[in-house]
C-alpha cells in the first residue's frame, strides 16, 4: 500500500523540516527522490543518508525567490530525472509584520518564493506528466492560508493563492489523470516551537483540540497518501491536518 515504485518524486524545500520529513518517507515508499532547496550542503547530506539506505537521489540546487531561474535549473537535471511524477511544493518563507508595518519588499519576497515559485515548478513538471498520463502534484499550504493570522498578511495570501491555483489546476489535469491537491498544516513542532517558554507551548497546545503540536511525520504520511495510487480519485481537495485547529 501506498507504494512509489518507479515513480520520480521533486520534493522543493527538502532540506530540513516538513520538506525533509517528506523526501524521506516517498524515498522509503520507493520513490526516486529530486532533493530541492538553497542549502546544498544540507541536501547533500540529506542524500547521502537515503543513498546510503538505499534510495535514489539527487540534489537540485533551488532557489525559488528567482522563479525565472527555474527552468535552467530543471533542465541542468540528467534526463533520466527530468521526467517527475510526483511534485511537492513545499519552500516556503515567512516576514512577520502587522500591516500596517509591512514593506512592499516584505510582501513581494513572500508572494515570490511562496506562490510564483510552486508556479514556476508545476508550470516545468506538468508537460511530462499530461504525455504519461500521470501525475500528482501536492503543494504545502498552511490552516494560515485558511483562516488567517494577525501579521502574517503576506504568509497567509501567499498560502490561500495555492489553494485556488491548485483547484483551477485540477480542473485542467483532470482529464489527463493528474491529480492535484494541497496539504494544509497547522502547528508542527519545530525548532521554534521547542524554544517557546513553558507556558507559552501549553497555551498553544491548548488551543488545539487533539492538544498536542504536529509533527513534521503527521504531515509527510498525508504527502504519501495523496501522492499514491491510492488517492487517485482525489483533487482539488485541501487536506487540513491541524488537530482540530481549524474545523
Not at 32 to 49: H, K, M, P, S, W
Not at 110 to 122: C, I
Not at 143 to 164: D, E, I, T, W
Request: net charge negative; proline share 3%; with cysteine.
Amino acid at each position: 500500500m501506498f507504494q512509489l515504485d518507479g515513480r520520480t518524486a521533486l520534493v522543493t524545500g527538502a532540506s530540513r523540516g516538513i520538506g525533509e520529513a517528506v523526501a524521506r518517507r516517498l524515498a522509503a515508499q520507493g520513490a526516486r527522490v529530486i532533493l530541492a532547496a538553497r542549502t546544498e550542503d544540507r541536501l547533500q547530506e540529506l542524500a547521502g543518508e537515503l543513498t546510503g539506505a538505499g534510495a535514489e537521489t539527487r540534489v537540485l540546487p533551488l532557489d525559488l525567490a528567482l522563479p525565472e531561474e527555474v527552468p535552467a535549473a530543471l533542465a541542468s537535471l540528467p534526463e533520466e530525472w527530468r521526467e517527475v511524477d510526483v511534485l511537492v511544493n513545499n519552500a516556503g518563507i515567512t516576514a512577520d509584520n502587522l500591516l500596517a508595518r509591512l514593506s512592499l519588499e516584505d510582501w513581494q519576497k513572500v508572494l515570490t518564493t511562496n506562490l510564483t515559485g510552486a508556479f514556476a515548478v508545476t508550470k516545468e513538471v506538468i508537460r511530462g506528466m499530461m504525455r504519461r498520463r500521470w501525475g500528482r502534484i501536492i503543494s504545502i499550504s498552511s490552516v494560515v492560508g485558511l483562516m488567517g493570522n494577525p501579521g502574517q498578511a503576506n504568509y497567509a495570501a501567499s498560502k490561500a493563492g495555492l489553494v485556488g491555483f491548485s483547484k483551477s489546476l485540477a480542473r485542467e489535469l483532470g482529464s489527463r489523470n493528474i491529480t492535484v491537491n494541497v496539504v494544509a498544516p497547522g502547528y508542527i513542532e519545530t525548532a521554534m516551537t521547542e524554544d517557546l517558554p513553558e507556558e507559552s507551548q501549553k497555551a498553544l497546545k491548548g488551543s488545539i483540540p487533539l492538544r498536542r503540536l504536529g509533527s513534521v511525520d503527521d504531515v509527510a504520511w498525508c504527502v504519501l497518501f495523496l501522492a499514491s495510487d491510492e488517492a487517485g480519485y482525489i483533487t482539488g481537495h485541501t487536506l487540513n491536518v491541524s488537530g482540530g485547529l481549524y474545523i
